[in-house]
């Protein structure tokens, strides 16, 4: 951690420049990258660019079609590649709608010199197209990581509804998105199937489920905040969608509906079709009226990702009357992992796109993330970086979400063990799985910092002990989901 007279590494390395300041703030307008500039797109007109039919239908879902847009431009050696995290990494599969291709390596064509390397180096495409030499071969996964890191799954109150905190739900109303990223925290819920990765599969039909969520809602009023999640709420049918709301608005506890959709970013054509703008505003009217704040969470890590057609969508939504966009990025290694471009990230969310600047994820423990990883103590550096520039209110929280106790600051753990690289937390309420657990607020609960990031003496530490420490989660995690199996019965 930097004390203040430390200057983190990017501001050290930064020219001085005006007002001699750390960061330098310049306004940045959003541009479209020219799509034409792959292969696959070359034809492709502006009115098929902008049809949200026409994205899904041309998604990249596979290595053949990904040669195919990107053309012979693209070294074999990528291909091969990625070719080796599908077969033996990826928890998530592929799924690249053109827009967020796009949005990779925007300044160069795959036919001119570099583009290859420029691709591997490319920050969208490091969480969005992992591929084999991305990950650590040292520890490729924590010890501690576990397919449902979170522990959603156990807290589920009914079918996809994780009750965790007191006053909050998550309600996870399906299992797709129109765009698949390699860290996804739900990745032992969302999207097909992998090689490495079953997915677990819900066992209600969809109606069945979204009613199960209304009815638990209106027997549960502590509960007054929904955040109505997936998956990405842009793949529900748009019908669906509304009436699931439209229930949620009618339940009287109910004060905040949050919408969380990437897709505003992935695939922004969704929320700019008439019918979507249609019925947010008749959704957004009817919250209005019921005193409601109904809200829209995206998740964008890096401003290249921002272009002049999510900054549009963003708009639209706020023009139907929806009272807040808001920004949930993840912090990630050779993405957005450095003080300079969250902040590129947090102005053109606040300045050109309409969009509040709001949480940054600490990556999870889930399998094969260690790479993208940091470390709390590099998460607090970065927190102080990011202090001052942005209003208070677009100032975002760097948060750790901590297994059996949820969103934390990053500065307010209890303890460190800086060696280990294990941070200890307290909480001050129950989750669901503890609700005659008279011990669960004077416990102390772990998160874990990445291995490669300790020093050599914790590094040795975790190559002795590693086995049995599993042995004991192992045991843990069991118990844990025997009690809430035996608390539903
Ligand atoms: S959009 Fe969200 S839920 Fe979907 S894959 Fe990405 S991180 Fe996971």
Redesign the pocket.
């Known amino acids: 951690m930097t004390t203040s007279l430390d200057l983190p590494t990017w501001a050290a390395e930064t020219p001085r420049g005006s007002g001699d300041q750390p960061y330098t703030y310049r306004r940045t307008p959003l541009v479209e990258p020219d799509w034409t500039r792959y292969p696959g797109f070359a034809d492709v007109t502006e009115e098929q660019w902008r049809s949200a039919q026409w994205q899904r239908s041309h998604c990249v879902k596979n290595i053949r079609q990904l040669r195919e847009v990107v053309g012979p431009g693209l070294d074999e050696r990528f291909l091969a590649d990625l070719e080796r995290d599908q077969a033996a990494r990826a928890t998530?599969a592929m799924l690249l709608p053109p827009q967020m291709l796009n949005t990779m390596v925007p300044h160069l064509a795959p036919s001119e010199a570099g583009f290859t390397e420029a691709l591997y180096a490319d920050p969208v495409r490091r969480y969005m197209t992992p591929v084999f030499s991305d990950r650590r071969t040292d520890w490729p996964s924590h010890p501690f990581a576990t397919r449902d890191s979170l522990h959603e799954h156990d807290m589920w109150a009914t079918e996809g509804l994780t009750h965790r905190y007191p006053t909050k739900v998550l309600a996870e109303v399906l299992p797709t998105?129109p765009?698949?990223?390699g860290?996804?925290?739900?990745m032992d819920l969302?999207?097909t199937s992998t090689p490495v990765i079953d997915k677990l599969k819900f066992t209600l039909k969809p109606v069945d489920r979204l009613e199960e969520m209304i009815g638990y809602l209106r027997r549960t009023p502590g509960v007054r905040d929904v955040v109505v999640?997936?998956?990405?709420v842009a793949n529900l049918p748009w019908a669906r969608l509304e009436s699931f709301v439209a229930s949620l608005l009618e339940v009287e506890s109910v004060r905040d509906v949050r919408l969380a959709t990437?897709a505003l970013m992935?695939l922004p054509q969704h929320w700019l079709q008439d019918d979507v703008r249609a019925g947010m505003e008749r959704l957004a009217t009817t919250a209005r009226s019921r005193g409601v704040n109904l809200a829209i969470h995206t998740?964008v890590n890096h401003v290249n990702s921002l272009t002049p057609l999510v900054a549009e969508a963003s708009r639209a939504m706020l023009d139907a009357g929806v009272r807040d966009v808001r920004n949930q990025g993840v912090l990630l290694e050779g993405v957005n992992a450095d003080a300079h471009t969250l902040l590129d990230l947090c102005f053109g969310l606040q300045d050109e796109a309409s969009i509040t600047p709001y949480y940054f994820y600490l990556c999870d423990m889930i399998p094969f993330s260690e790479h993208w990883r940091t470390s709390v103590a590099k998460a607090q550096d970065l927190q102080h970086a990011i202090m001052g520039y942005l209003p208070g209110f677009a100032t975002p929280r760097i948060v750790c979400d901590v297994p059996y106790v949820g969103k934390r600051w990053v500065h307010q753990l209890e303890s460190y063990d800086h060696e280990r690289g294990v941070t200890f937390w307290t909480k001050n309420y129950r989750t669901s799985l503890e609700a005659t657990d008279a011990g669960a607020l004077d416990r102390t609960y772990e998160y874990h910092d990445p291995i490669h990031t300790l020093p050599e003496s914790g590094q040795q530490w975790w190559r002795d002990h590693a086995g049995l420490e599993l042995a004991d989660a192992e045991r843990a995690a069991r118990a844990s989901r025997e009690a809430s199996e035996a608390q539903r019965d």
Not at 183 to 186: E, F, S
Request: charged share 15%; aromatic share 6%.
């Open positions: 998530m998105c765009q698949y990223c860290h996804c925290t739900r969302v999207g999640s997936g998956g990405d990437k992935g998740h």
